[in-house]
């Protein structure tokens, strides 16, 4: 099971950027999946989260500009960013809870992470 990340970049202050990340590998189900950033130094925090139902969740400092979503039959979560700010400069990685089809229990995942730079 992989997670392939895209769409990070350069982009100026209120800008736009969209993330997108796909599930490949041997998949029996993929649960909760959700996007992450890193600051240098830091630990990694959540920015959004979205269930196998489609219910969201949503770190205080992105709400109102941040969008995920997903695409069950492309398994692939998405990360649609507006209104950038340069606090949003960070590594970007994209987590899911996949049951393969070799696995006993559901395992936690993660993407190669992407960096994404807000120039102000």
């Known amino acids: 099971v992989q997670l392939q990340a895209s769409g990070g970049g350069l982009v100026q202050a209120g800008g736009s950027l969209s993330l997108s990340c796909q599930v490949a590998?041997?998949?029996?189900?993929?649960?909760?999946m959700g996007w992450y950033r890193q600051f240098p130094g830091m630990q990694r925090e959540l920015v959004a989260g979205?269930?196998?139902?489609?219910?969201?969740n949503y770190a205080d400092a992105v709400r109102g500009r941040f969008t995920i979503s997903r695409d069950s039959a492309k398994n692939t979560v998405y990360l649609q960013m507006s209104s950038l700010k340069s606090e949003d400069t960070a590594v970007y990685f994209c987590?899911?809870?996949?049951?393969?089809?070799?696995?006993?229990?559901?395992?936690?995942?993660w993407g190669q992470g992407t960096q994404v730079t807000v120039s102000s």
């Open positions: 987590n899911a809870v996949i049951q393969s089809t070799g696995g006993v229990w559901p395992r936690n995942y």
């Open positions: 590998g041997n998949i029996r189900s993929i649960g909760d």
């Open positions: 979205i269930s196998e139902d489609g219910s969201t």
